[in-house]
């Protein structure tokens, strides 16, 4: 869907942010950028969309070349989510959604039916935010206006610029998880830029690591990157926990769970995690509790429990799984 050749970004006074940078991402994929500051994640993602050109290479939009023609014809096929919202205070809520379908020339019914139908996605009822301004919104319903804003033509490719770092960490944490809901039912191509490497392990297929210079360090899963770095310089950057970070992008197994003895009943006063959920949320369960165990449902139906030594357990199993792959994760010069 994206193709990145060859790219490179570099400046008058010879500084490159950008050094032949090789990277795809597929349909309807998530990737987040993360990296050390001035390290050209911003700088690779503002190339998409040309409002930075590019020195050298070519970029690619669905197999079409994007690095020649209008930039403002290609913007209007990408959307674009940043961290200050830039929301115009003169405008309601829903004019400001449909500010590119008004650019396209729909027509006020069509606008405004469109409007209706994503306030409603991100979770903000239409009527009551639609005729509203936007200094009459939080912060976090700002924000989500942003994304609605950025979906409002319908377009293919998502920018998304640490859309949620000038948030309060538990708004944050909530417009993750809506921002997680909405992707599993819109499936756009969506490529993110955080400094946060929780919040790309969380919200990422795929993940990219650069170091200075605009160098590509590790593409790979959430799972890999933290279980099976690519080098010394991707382990020190996701950090010396990031075997408790895996801990979020690792599923429940059934096979670990202790299995009830008459094949029904919960033990009383145990907390619960859904059979699909992670590790992490299994662990954090006992800790918040005090207890030696969480019992694991599918729906109602308790199907056994998880204590702290069979949780090491499967982690330690992912983690060497990951170690013995037979594929290495790649590095700069990796193109999917």
């Known amino acids: 869907m994206i193709r990145l050749a060859g790219v490179r970004k570099e400046y008058a006074d010879g500084t490159v942010a950008v050094d032949h940078l090789d990277l795809d991402v597929a349909r309807g994929e998530l990737v987040c950028l993360v990296g050390p500051s001035g390290c050209g994640k911003t700088t690779t993602m503002k190339m998409i969309n040309r409002l930075v050109e590019p020195s050298a290479g070519r970029i690619f939009l669905d197999g079409e070349d994007v690095t020649a023609g209008s930039p403002v014809e290609l913007r209007r096929r990408i959307g674009y989510v940043i961290q200050q919202i830039g929301l115009f205070p003169h405008l309601t809520i829903r004019d400001n959604v449909t500010t590119v379908p008004h650019l396209l020339g729909w ?40 994304v609605a804003r950025a979906l409002a033509a319908d377009p293919p490719v998502l920018l998304m610029d640490e859309p ?24 756009k191509t969506i490529v993110f ?21 605009g160098h590509l360090a590790q593409y790979d899963t959430p799972a890999r ?32 769970l202790e299995a009830p003895s008459d094949g029904t009943t919960r033990p009383d006063g145990l907390p619960t995690v859904p059979v699909d959920g992670t590790l992490r949320e299994a662990l954090s369960a006992m800790l918040s509790t005090d207890s030696p165990r969480v019992a694991v449902l599918d729906g109602e139906r308790y199907l056994g429990t998880l204590n702290p030594t069979s949780v090491h357990a499967a982690l330690r199993r992912s983690v060497d799984s990951d170690s013995d792959a037979d594929a290495a994760p790649l590095a700069d010069e990796h193109v999917v």
């Open 107 to 146: 027509d006020r019914a069509r606008r405004g039916a469109r409007a209706g139908e994503l306030l409603d996605l991100v979770g903000l009822d239409p009527k009551t935010f639609a005729k509203r301004y936007p200094h009459q919104l939080s912060g976090g319903q700002q924000q989500r206006v942003g």
């Open 164 to 187: 949620f770092s000038a948030i309060d960490p538990i708004a944050r944490d909530r417009l993750q998880g809506e921002f997680l809901r909405l992707q599993r039912e819109i499936r």
């Open 193 to 213: 830029v955080t400094h946060d490497v929780d919040e790309a392990v969380r919200l990422a297929d795929r993940i990219a690591v650069f170091r200075q210079g």
């Open 225 to 256: 990157i933290l279980g099976a770095p690519a080098s010394d310089f991707v382990a020190g950057f996701v950090g010396s926990d990031r075997g408790l970070r895996r801990l979020s992008v690792t599923p429940i197994d059934r096979a670990d």
